[in-house]
């Protein structure tokens, strides 16, 4: 099926530690996203790669490093995890014009104890 | 930052009515769009409207768009159960990002 898919859907973990979550679209486009949504459903943008260039890099502890291995790969890996990190976490692909619709995975709800 | 402030939060309606939600946003844009998200799930892309366009039309979906009051709005016509779900509008800002409004609830009674 072409899709964004993420994995892992569900992640608990204790604080200090160190996760990655992992994003993969297969519908030939050539950015894309990080989102979180927090526990009042707002969803803010953090990150946006096209063709593996970083290219929106919001205000977001440094704690968090987007990698992108190639476009259709993008990867969300955070360092000392805190319990305000507690939310769910949506990549999201797109043609990277600007006039196109976003196309978003399932997310990860991370959880952290 | 939040771009989008919708109005109403919460919106209860008996199947068969019709639902409209609106959005307003504050910077200047490309286009606007809206998104659907089921309890749970993940986003789905509704419906996009350039900032040159005043109104567009996809199934039981119009949404207008007034650039002059940097306001839209979503209806939902005949509305149906399976059309619970939260509803989010976002302005793509020049520069490429997509920004997100607070999103309102809907709920329709079978």
């Known amino acids: 099926d072409t899709a964004v898919s993420q994995t892992p859907k569900y992640l608990v973990t204790q604080m200090g530690n160190d996760k990655s979550i992992k994003c993969e679209q297969n519908?030939?486009?050539?950015?894309m996203y990080w989102y979180k949504q927090d526990s009042k459903k707002f969803l803010k943008i953090m990150f946006s790669?096209?063709?593996?260039?970083?290219?929106i890099n919001e205000t977001v502890p440094n704690r968090f490093s987007p990698k992108s291995p190639d476009k259709a790969h993008l990867n969300l890996h955070i360092n000392s995890l805190e319990l305000g990190d507690s939310a769910v976490y949506f990549c999201?692909?797109?043609?990277?014009?600007?006039?196109?619709?976003?196309?978003f995975g399932s997310g990860t709800r991370l959880t952290v104890v | 930052s939040q771009q989008g402030e919708e109005d109403p939060q919460a919106l209860s309606i008996q199947e068969g009515e019709n639902a409209t939600m609106n959005c307003s946003y504050k910077?200047?844009?490309?286009?606007l769009q809206w998104y659907r998200q089921n309890s749970g799930r993940g986003l789905v892309h509704l419906i996009l409207?350039?900032?040159?366009?005043r109104e567009k039309h996809s199934g039981r979906l119009r949404v207008t768009l007034d650039t002059s009051k940097k306001s839209s709005s979503l209806l939902i016509t005949a509305s149906r159960a399976a059309d619970t779900a939260s509803y989010f509008c976002?302005?793509?800002?020049?520069?490429?990002?997509?920004?997100f409004g607070a999103g309102t609830i809907l709920r329709v009674k079978s």
């Open positions: 999201a692909s797109s043609h990277g014009t600007g006039f196109y619709g976003y196309t």
């Open positions: 519908l030939g486009h050539d950015t």
């Open positions: 790669y096209n063709n593996k260039e970083l290219i």
């Open positions: 910077t200047s844009i490309n286009n």
């Open positions: 409207i350039r900032s040159n366009e």
């Open positions: 976002a302005a793509m800002e020049y520069g490429n990002k997509l920004v």
